[in-house]
């Protein structure tokens, strides 16, 4: 069973910085992509961004240019860097992660979220 937990949200005036970190813990076979979700109040979850294990990454194309996502395998960890952030990034963000359990089968968990605020 794999546990995501984030931390790094916070309330920032537009055009600052925030960077969001997910540590992933428990057991497994295997930690494949993992990624960072946001759902803002009345709409429905969006993908933020992804990395595989390899480092391939995928950005929305709202948040390209502006957010960089990383990992670092040996601990577990995916970050997203956020600059130039704009009040409609206002949401609560969501780690995301897929693998194999040790049972070999697939599974895919998520964090609790945390909370991003971005003042005009």
């Known amino acids: 069973q794999v546990q995501l937990v984030e931390s790094g949200g916070g309330l920032v005036q537009a055009g600052g910085s925030l960077r969001l970190s997910c540590a992933a813990s428990g057991v497994a076979f295997s930690i494949n992509a993992m990624g960072w979700f946001r759902q803002a109040p009345g709409k429905q979850r969006e993908l933020v961004a992804t990395?595989?294990?390899?480092?391939?990454?995928n950005y929305a194309d709202s948040v390209k240019g502006r957010f960089t996502i990383s990992r670092d395998n040996a601990k577990n960890t995916v970050y997203l860097q956020m600059n130039s952030l704009k009040p409609e990034d206002t949401a609560v963000y969501y780690c995301?992660?897929?693998?194999?359990?040790?049972?070999?089968?697939?599974?895919?968990?998520w964090g609790q979220g945390t909370q991003v605020t971005v003042s005009s």
């Open positions: 995301n992660a897929d693998g194999l359990s040790i049972g070999r089968s697939y599974y895919r968990t």
């Open positions: 990395i595989s294990t390899g480092g391939t990454t």
